[in-house]
């Protein structure tokens, strides 16, 4: 059995109470299978000030097909006939953090990677996000 470990401020959510809680805002946004805690409930802080979401489409080959909502990547710009043709676009790399992974129906089609960055890093690298112009790379979680 596994045992979950938590602080003493944290007031669980009884199933019971369903009801209530359905159609209320989350602060923060939950992975499936994640407990529901008071916490959890009301104005919605998320993303933080700072800080952007961006949905990023990317072909196979431009992403590890095992990315899963917590996983950091770095996200980098990669050459393109846009990006070139501008020679103020300079190419950017940032690393991210996966909130959310559409996966396409067609092996062949985008998957819709949605990723936590700095506002500021997220502004740079919409325009070629939207060309399809970006990849990412799995990269280690933070050291504890």
């Given at each position: 059995?596994?045992k979950?470990?938590?602080?003493?401020?944290v007031?669980f959510i009884?199933?019971d109470?369903?009801?209530?809680?359905?159609?209320?805002q989350?602060?923060?946004?939950?992975?499936?299978?994640?407990?529901l805690t008071?916490?959890?409930l009301?104005?919605?802080?998320?993303?933080?000030?700072?800080?952007a979401?961006?949905?990023?489409?990317?072909k196979?080959?431009?992403y590890?097909?095992d990315v899963?909502p917590?996983d950091?990547?770095a996200?980098?710009?990669?050459?393109?006939?846009?990006?070139a043709a501008?020679s103020?676009t300079?190419l950017?790399?940032t690393?991210?953090?996966v909130?959310?992974?559409?996966?396409p129906?067609?092996?062949q089609?985008?998957?819709?990677v949605t990723?936590?960055?700095?506002q500021?890093d997220?502004q740079?690298?919409?325009g070629p996000?939207?060309?399809?112009?970006v990849?990412?790379?799995?990269?280690s979680?933070?050291?504890?």
């Amino acid at each position: 059995m596994v045992k979950a470990v938590v602080g003493p401020d944290v007031t669980f959510i009884p199933a019971d109470r369903a009801e209530e809680i359905v159609g209320r805002q989350l602060t923060v946004p939950l992975v499936s299978g994640a407990v529901l805690t008071e916490a959890n409930l009301g104005k919605a802080t998320f993303p933080q000030p700072g800080q952007a979401l961006i949905g990023v489409a990317v072909k196979p080959g431009q992403y590890p097909p095992d990315v899963a909502p917590g996983d950091r990547v770095a996200l980098s710009t990669i050459p393109g006939s846009a990006v070139a043709a501008d020679s103020r676009t300079k190419l950017v790399s940032t690393v991210a953090v996966v909130t959310k992974v559409d996966r396409p129906e067609q092996p062949q089609d985008p998957a819709v990677v949605t990723l936590l960055l700095p506002q500021t890093d997220a502004q740079l690298v919409s325009g070629p996000a939207a060309q399809g112009l970006v990849t990412l790379m799995q990269v280690s979680p933070v050291a504890p």
